[in-house]
């Protein structure tokens, strides 16, 4: 499989990923046959489950060695402190969102939560250029004006029905 392959394979699997993760979430707060539960809960169980999950890589790429393993996490996360402390900020940021995701699908229909999700990559352009000093195109920024007034356009169909 070429490059360019793989790059429209991972594209559409990330596609389709995050729309059925949308609409399952979705479906599962509003549709709940008993009390709905706890949004923090579920974004708990998330960050555990990918926590096993890179436990378990880390662990494969150790020759399957628990000592090794916890050598690894010794030296790079517990032995460099102020590497390892300043991603609290962004993994406190992003439970947070996690959170409010679940609370904005209770309220909001998937068509436009979906929509309205995208200006997360407005955020994330607008970041990088101010935070980390990275240059966007002016190709990129007229990218970002579509999807601002793709949104809007959404937005304002929601509000003013057309005929």
Not at 57 to 64: H, K, M, T, V
Not at 76 to 96: C, D, K, M, R
Not at 156 to 161: C, D, T
Request: glycine share 4%; net charge positive; with cysteine.
């Amino acid at each position: 499989m070429g490059a360019l392959s793989l790059k429209w394979l991972a594209l559409m699997v990330i596609t389709v990923q995050t729309t059925a993760l949308v609409l399952a979430m979705r479906y599962s707060r509003v549709n709940s046959s008993g009390a709905p539960y706890f949004a923090s809960t579920a974004v708990l169980l998330t960050e555990t489950i990918k926590f096993c999950v890179v436990l378990q890589i880390l662990w494969l790429e150790n020759g399957s060695s628990a000592s090794q393993t916890a050598a690894v996490l010794r030296r790079e996360v517990l032995g460099q402190p102020w590497h390892t402390l300043p991603l609290a900020v962004p993994s406190f940021l992003y439970t947070i969102q996690n959170n409010l995701v679940f609370v904005a699908l209770t309220y909001l229909d998937a068509p436009t939560f979906q929509v309205s999700y995208q200006l997360k990559i407005l955020v994330t352009a607008l970041m990088s250029s101010v935070m980390l000093k990275r240059r966007v195109r002016p190709l990129q920024w007229l990218a970002l004006l579509t999807l601002v007034v793709g949104v809007c356009l959404v937005q304002v169909s929601q509000v003013l029905p057309c005929r």
